[in-house]
């Protein structure tokens, strides 16, 4: 019998389904014109492109010329923080994040702070959620633009999105949210709520990496990051990965599908018997995040005496995929900046663990890590000299 194998970090990425794959692969080699040439194969191309715009503005309610590809969800978080900024630069020069956001948010705005703009980091409450009213006593008359994602990739946590951006709307301040985690994998509806950009990725819905998009409302000019052939309506230049395209749209497709058939009710089933599991199991852990308002396949703890990097390469040795904190973290011995933004102090933070199902988890595969993970834990507490302290 092979070993079982369990991954269960699809925060980081996920599994291209076998049918966005089979989507995908005539546009490698049969299907190979540029989108942009006016014979017969470009038409073609175009077409394909054109069809996965749809597919994508479909699922979040959007209209299609409000999809802007891009080359993943880094380079969409950039086009909307810097287009807005550079687009807007007159009618000021404040922006407003969160401290929980994705680097390839924050970095983006802190690198504006240190060219011209200005920016005010809003904290959040011990279950990372980012307060309206917090949100509305830091705008200014010169706030052109908040930043607040819809889901943290690291504790899970549901962001109030539509108070956060009605508080914009009420002020004319642009609101963007950084989607990439919960897009594909809740009922996300963008002409139901004020946001007026999105950030979208493939990769963690299914789809292939380096493809992703950013929904930008109507009538919203942004400046382009990129410039070269005017693709993309003229907001993102080069040639169209028409393969990932098409394999972005038959994501969303798929997504659309899964989210209209209450599949996600299994997930959901599947994450708390997880957490209810390892919490009967294991004492001293703490959920991180919110408890209710969080992803559906997303469960994080702390685990208190141990490292995450030890439990994750225990993990690893039983076959089970998992990660210690952020993927862009690890390597670093500092603890994760959004899990010390909830409050929690050193030590706890640096036993984190975050879990992450994918729609193919199942109900053998939590038996698997609920088996393996305690004498795992057991077994790193039995070492550290801050557990024996304790007790
Ligand atoms: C993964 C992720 C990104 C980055 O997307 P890439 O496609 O990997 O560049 C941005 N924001 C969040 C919340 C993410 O989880």
Same mark, same amino acid.
């Given at each position: 019998m092979t070993p079982r194998k369990v991954y269960l970090d699809n925060s980081a990425t996920t599994q291209v389904d076998r049918k966005v794959l089979e989507a995908m692969l005539?546009?490698? !080699?049969?299907?190979?014109?540029?989108?942009? !040439?006016?014979?017969a194969w470009g038409r073609e191309a175009r077409k394909g492109v054109d069809n996965a715009r749809s597919q994508v503005a479909q699922l979040i309610g959007a209209e299609p010329k409000e999809v802007i590809f891009t080359g993943g969800g880094s380079e969409a978080d950039n086009l909307a923080i810097k287009g807005a900024a550079w687009a807007l630069k007159d009618k000021g020069k404040h922006i407003i994040t969160s401290s929980i956001e994705h680097h390839a948010l924050l970095d983006t705005v802190k690198w504006l702070g240190k060219n011209g703009y200005d920016y005010t980091v809003l904290p959040v409450d011990e279950t990372g959620m980012a307060d309206p009213k917090e949100l509305e006593a830091a705008i200014r008359p010169d706030t052109i633009l908040t930043s607040i994602m819809y889901a943290n990739n690291e504790i899970g946590t549901i962001e109030p999105v539509a108070e956060l951006g009605e508080v914009c709307r009420r002020h004319g301040v642009l609101f963007h949210t950084d989607g990439v985690q919960a897009t594909g994998h809740i009922k996300i509806d963008v002409k139901e709520l004020p946001i007026d950009m999105m950030t979208m990725a493939a990769h963690k819905m299914y789809g292939p990496k380096g493809v992703g998009a950013l929904y930008v409302r109507k009538g919203i000019k942004l400046i382009p990051v990129i410039h070269g052939g005017g693709q993309e309506f003229g907001v993102r230049s080069g040639t169209e990965n028409t393969p990932g395209l098409i394999g972005f749209g038959m994501a969303a497709e798929l997504a659309a599908n899964r989210l209209a058939s209450g599949e996600i009710d299994n997930e959901i089933r599947l994450r708390d018997r997880l957490i209810g599991g390892l919490t009967e199991r294991i004492p001293e852990i703490t959920l991180t995040g919110h408890r209710t308002k969080r992803l559906p396949y997303h469960a994080s703890i702390c685990v208190k005496y141990v490292e995450g990097e030890g439990m994750l390469l225990l993990m690893d040795a039983a076959g089970i995929g998992v990660s210690s904190g952020s993927a862009c973290t690890?390597?670093?011995?500092?603890?994760s900046y959004v899990l010390l933004a909830l409050g929690l102090d050193h030590p706890t933070a640096h036993g984190s663990v975050r879990m992450t199902l994918s729609k193919d988890t199942n109900d053998e595969d939590i038996d698997y890590v609920l088996e393996k993970f305690p004498p795992i834990v057991e077994k790193l507490r039995y070492l550290s000299p801050f557990y024996k302290k304790n007790q």
């Open positions: 005539p546009y490698f !080699s049969e299907e190979y014109g540029n989108p942009n !040439s006016l014979h690890s390597g670093s011995l500092e603890p």
